[in-house]
């Protein structure tokens, strides 16, 4: 192994609607998750040209620590079929606009349909302008985490499961505020026309 990067990042997850910039610069990657101590994530990735293994640690105000060693693609690619789950495919597109740097994920293969948008951030209260593609932040979700997707089998699991996380927090929660089931299930269909859309558009790798 070698060129360790180590660091803390900030980011911000966004489900993305239609009108996103398809034709932002990308690359394919696969991506994939070793067994590890709990809230730490070992993240195996292959890309045509670069390999890396990622740790990551749980997220604390917006911020998580991580370190990332590059390898050799060959050796990503045989370490992502020791992943209890089958890696996750998708082409990551790269949009700037100012100072910002938005990396979109267009899901490929058996979640087709999925498109994420993440950005760093130099702190948590940064503020920022969304683009008008943006839609509902996911930043918290962990039914939209990498390292949950993988455990899926399409898009309509991962909507699954973040419905039946908010369904069941609604129900810890006692306030006046606190979401109903119908309120939840409108955002569910919202959500899964949106992915819909995103899936009869899709175009080729």
Request: proline residues 6%.
């Amino acid at each position: 192994m070698h060129n360790m990067i180590l660091g803390t990042e900030t980011e911000r997850k966004f489900l993305v609607r239609d009108g996103w910039p398809r034709d932002a610069p990308g690359h394919y990657i696969r991506q994939g998750y070793l067994p590890s101590a709990p809230g730490i994530t070992l993240r195996v990735r292959w890309t045509e040209k670069l390999g890396t293994i990622t740790v990551k640690t749980p997220v604390f105000a917006g911020t998580r620590w991580e370190a990332e060693c590059s390898i050799p693609p060959d050796t990503a690619a045989q370490l992502l079929t020791t992943c209890p789950n089958r890696p996750v495919e998708k082409v990551r597109h790269v949009w700037i606009v100012g100072d910002l740097s938005w990396e979109i994920d267009e899901f490929k293969g058996r979640h087709t349909g999925l498109v994420v948008a993440e950005v760093e951030l130099l702190h948590p209260w940064q503020d920022i302008v969304l683009p008008t593609w943006v839609g509902e932040e996911v930043t918290h979700v962990r039914a939209f985490h990498n390292s949950v997707i993988t455990k899926t089998e399409s898009f309509h699991d991962v909507l699954a499961l973040w419905r039946q996380a908010l369904i069941k927090e609604n129900k810890h929660i006692k306030c006046r505020n606190a979401l109903d089931v119908q309120s939840i299930d409108e955002r569910y269909q919202r959500m899964l026309g949106m992915l819909e859309s995103h899936s009869h558009n899709n175009g080729p790798l």
